[in-house]
């Protein structure tokens, strides 16, 4: 199951209008980049009557209750059902002291939602959604806090993203240092994506699971001579296949068309170097020789489904939690169906990294008498207890560990399958936008023996590209980059479509691509990248 991160520009008419609903009057919100030394935030707090942190494990150093009177803080959330009166709203109050106003609207109608609280002014104590552009925006006019002038009094932050990973503020923050989102960390399963194969086919035709390109190549002539009417290979990403297996090759990352070549320490245009030719070349053969889809740029998820069931292909990339999906589609039918996570294609022999850190759902504090209260709350649910709450629950209460160390939750017995729907619905967990750390051992990383036999294939030879930097661009760079990219990303799938399947097109097309590359700005995109990564390195 994925999250989805909430996306869709505000326009700039709401900047406005916040910053209008802020300003005037005694209790107006000073930016936190101008507070007098006298008023900067410290680590002390008023103390509670009691510390009851050791009740609940590992807090990370943040003291529990968080306040010693009655606080409430309004919490805008994405969830289909109301929540406060669930577990976790009523556990965060025992805990901390603080009484939770969850505010949750559906993820098809949160944004619209979010549009018009911010147009009104009357933000919530803690909320998520904005652009990250926008968030800067609002964020140096002062309606939002800058979460690591805080640090001091938020322990989990400060250990996890200024002594660990200081790259976090360079690469998120603006052009002050000043960071406006509180990060999601170790969220990522190690291995979602990747190439699978049909096991049962292989296994019947005698043809080993291949562990290079070259072995790749001659399964899939084998699996053709005994499924003539077969293209073993289907896709159902259209171009995005460029990007998918360019990792194989060394040219892909989270910034694609953009990679960065490690050897060299310098950003390159993907769909102009060598390595992409080679990949296209490659393509090229597979096309040519019948094992490579004819329909690989056009199939719908309906149409490739229908191929991989029907004995019509055997060989795709796609998502891991589809091994089991085929397979209880077609049980009935195929019982012995068996699809398995495969080794990488290309010369790298490598897959994607997912990141460990992740800033991009915008949770953010706003700027009022409330804020350190937001921010310690959200330090607490960083913290290893509050994180084992937040995606497990209560032990004891909840959920117990069985002998494995898995989550087993008596009260949903009779639920098939519990994962992190169900737990929202039921208990108000992994409500989107509150769980900032989850814990490992929550059923989200219950792997069915397909998904974990893909885990351990990659993780156990560490098989993963390297994580290119995480560039933070200025205002004018991002325009840049907003009119090149789209045009440069659009031409390079049209050319590099007409070089696969077009026989004629060879090394003279090649190079004349790569001279249309560079007027339509691929060196000019390469050189924003590049600047930004100076800025980056000088920091």
């Not at 006019?141 to 790259?167: R, T």
């Amino acid at each position: 199951m994925n999250r989805k991160h909430l996306n869709g520009a505000l326009v700039l008419t709401l900047l406005t209008s916040i910053l209008a609903a802020c300003s005037g009057g005694a209790s107006e919100p000073e930016p936190a980049a101008e507070t007098p030394a006298a008023e900067q935030p410290t680590a002390e707090t008023p103390a509670a009557e009691e510390d009851t942190s050791s009740q609940y494990g590992d807090t990370g150093g943040i003291k529990l209750p968080i306040v010693d009177e009655p606080t409430t803080l309004t919490w805008m959330l994405v969830s289909e059902n109301p929540a406060n009166d669930k577990l976790i709203a009523k556990e965060i109050e025992k805990r901390t002291g603080i009484t939770l106003d969850l505010q949750t609207y559906s993820s098809t109608t949160y944004q619209d939602r979010l549009r018009v609280v911010v147009a009104s002014g009357q933000l919530p104590d803690i909320f998520h959604g904005l652009p990250f552009a926008e968030l800067k925006k609002i964020g140096q006019q002062g309606a939002v806090v800058a979460i690591n002038d805080y640090a001091d009094m938020l322990p989990n932050f400060k250990k996890l993203y200024i002594d660990e990973n200081p790259w976090v503020v360079k690469s998120y923050g603006d052009e002050a240092g000043k960071l406006y989102s509180w990060p999601i960390y170790n969220m990522n399963r190690d291995v979602n994506h990747g190439w699978m194969y049909r096991k049962d086919i292989f296994d019947k035709l005698g043809i080993p699971e291949w562990t290079n390109t070259d072995e790749f190549y001659e399964a899939m002539k084998k699996v053709k001579e005994a499924y003539p009417d077969s293209f073993p290979i289907a896709s159902k990403t259209k171009d995005g296949i460029f990007r998918d297996w360019g990792y194989g090759w060394g040219v892909s990352g989270a910034s694609y068309p953009m990679y960065y070549d490690e050897a060299a320490k310098t950003w390159k245009f993907a769909p102009a170097q060598a390595e992409f030719k080679d990949m296209l070349d490659f393509m090229k053969k597979l096309y040519n020789e019948g094992l490579l889809d004819p329909e690989f740029l056009t199939d719908t998820p309906d149409s490739w489904t229908a191929k991989l069931t029907t004995d019509k292909a055997f060989v795709t990339w796609d998502w891991i939690g589809r091994l089991d999906l085929f397979y209880n589609q077609v049980k009935d039918q195929y019982p012995t169906y068996d699809m398995r996570y495969a080794n990488p294609v290309g010369p790298t022999g490598n897959v994607r990294t997912l990141p460990k850190i992740d800033v991009n759902f915008g949770i953010t504090v706003a700027n009022n008498d409330k804020k350190e209260i937001a921010l310690k709350l959200l330090d607490y649910l960083t913290s290893p207890s509050g994180a084992a709450l937040v995606t497990l629950g209560v032990e004891g209460e909840t959920f117990n560990f069985d002998a494995d160390g898995k989550p087993v939750y008596p009260e949903l017995a009779d639920v098939p399958l519990v994962d992190i729907k169900v737990l929202e619905d039921k208990y108000g967990l992994w409500l989107e936008g509150m769980y900032l750390n989850p814990d490992r051992r929550s059923v989200y990383y219950n792997f069915t023996e397909k998904e974990q036999e893909a885990q351990d294939k990659i993780v156990s030879q560490n098989k993963f590209e390297a994580l290119d930097p995480v560039l933070n661009f200025s205002d004018d760079e991002n325009a840049t980059i907003a009119e090149l990219q789209v045009t440069l990303m659009k031409e390079a799938a049209e050319f590099s479509a007409k070089y696969i399947l077009d026989k004629a097109y060879g090394d003279a097309q090649w190079s004349e691509w790569q001279q249309n590359a560079e007027k339509a700005g691929a060196s000019q995109l390469t050189e924003v990248f590049n600047a930004a990564q100076a800025r980056f390195e000088s920091q």
